[in-house]
Nanobody
């Protein structure tokens, strides 16, 4: 069982930056971030294979967010720049042992393990 601990959420003004970090208790083949905004369904934001560094991001954050991983330390980081009000939501770290590719990375069932979430508020 993989445990995930998230940190780095908070409140920021539009245009600002935040960095989210997730540390896993064991190595995983994919680690990513999902978010759920007020009144919205949870959606995939970004994911990465910590071993190959292959990553995927949802179109709405491309050019603003960057995902990176340190496979040795079992850590994934989401650097969020130029934040917008629509980025507001609860951000969840997720990890899985299966393969991911462009067609499936946003499917929640690909991720067996989930963190408790960290709130991001952009005003």
């Amino acid at each position: 069982h993989v445990q995930l601990v998230e940190s780095g959420g908070g409140s920021v003004q539009a245009g600002g930056s935040l960095r989210l970090t997730c540390v896993a208790s064991q190595r995983a083949n994919c680690m990513g971030w999902f978010r759920q905004g007020p009144g919205k369904e949870r959606e995939g934001v970004a994911t990465i294979n910590p071993h190959s560094a292959t990553s995927y991001l949802v179109d709405s954050v491309k050019g603003r967010f960057t995902i990176s991983a340190d496979s040795l330390n079992k850590t994934v980081t989401l650097q969020m720049n130029s934040l917008k009000s629509e980025d507001t939501g609860m951000y969840y770290c997720a990890a899985g042992q299966g393969p991911i590719w462009s067609a499936n990375w946003r499917e929640e069932q690909r991720y067996e393990y989930w963190g408790q979430g960290t709130q991001v508020t952009v005003s």
